[in-house]
Structure formats: C-alpha cells, structure tokens
C-alpha cells in the first residue's frame, strides 16, 4: 500500500519535464489533425447536445415538479403562508414568461422577414395551452407554480434559440 502511495505520489505530483512535453506534443499533433475529422465532429456535436438539452430540461422539469409539490404539500399541511408564496411565485413566474416571449415579438419579428416569428407563435400557443390542462385538472398531480416554471423555461430556451438565430 505504501508503494502504491509512493507511485501515486510521483505521477500526480512528480514527472513535470514529461507532462510538459506530453502537452507539447499533442499541441503540435493536433495542428496535422484533418479537416475531415472535424467535420464529423460537428456533427457528431449537434446530436450529443440535443441529447444533452433534452435532458437537461427533463431534469429542470422534475426539479420545478418535485418544488412545486413541495410547496403545496407545505399549504395543504396547514402552513397557510405557503397559499400567498405558491400564487406570487406562479404569478412572478408566468409574468417573466410572457415578458420573454414579448421581447421575442418585438425583437425578433421584424427580422429576416419574421423567419423566426413561428417560434414566438409555437410559444404563444405554448403559453395558453399549459395552463388550460392544469385548470382543466387533466394533470391532477400537477401545480400552477410547475406549470408557470416550465412556462419561463420554454420562453427563455425560444428566446435564447432566436438571439443565437440571428
């Protein structure tokens, strides 16, 4: 084990001669890297970081279902200033929301001759159908203040998707 520690001890600490020439040396490398190369690497990247957006929403989805949840299980136990904090957070939410998806209107509208309007449309429609299924109780397990969440997240990835459009 003491060797082992020993061994440890000097490659992560030892051997700098070595590692500066490592380094160096792939620099050097990576200038004769084919274009080719990475060519297929972007695509390769556009299909990985869809992958890693989807996730990434999934997970703030869960996150914004399991704190909502938190916060009603917290007013249905009695706590009845939870009543105040879940309606102001729902209503701070739902207006930020729909202030980035007026920005986008005005920002974005004019632009290219309103080639990325659709995507403020497709929000707009996002916007009036979300709530309509939580009032409607056709997700019983759902809150507002989840729904109002994934509501700024839509506005802000669209948002955010057109800014880096044009």
């Known amino acids: 084990m ?7 001890q000097i490659i992560n600490e030892g051997l700098f001669t070595f590692k500066y020439i490592l380094v160096v040396g792939l620099f050097i490398g990576s200038l004769f890297i084919s ?5 297929g690497y972007s695509a390769v990247a556009k299909y990985v970081s869809i992958l890693y957006m989807v996730l990434q929403s999934i997970m703030l989805i869960d996150l914004f279902y399991l704190s909502g949840s938190t916060l009603v ?3 249905s136990n009695g706590e009845n200033a939870y009543g105040g904090v879940l309606i102001g957070l729902t209503i701070i939410f739902e207006a930020l929301g729909i ?3 007026l920005l986008a209107y005005i920002h974005f509208s004019v632009d290219d001759c309103g080639s990325t309007l659709w995507l403020s449309i497709v929000t707009s429609c996002i916007f009036l159908i979300l709530p309509m299924v939580q009032l409607l109780n056709l997700n019983s397990q759902n809150s507002l203040l989840t729904t109002s969440l994934v509501s700024l997240l839509i506005a802000y990835l669209s948002y955010s998707a057109q800014l880096s459009f044009g």
């Open 73 to 75: 299980k917290k007013y």
């Open 2 to 8: 003491l060797f082992r520690n020993k061994i440890s």
């Open 99 to 101: 202030f980035l998806n």
């Open 35 to 39: 274009e080719t190369f990475f060519q």
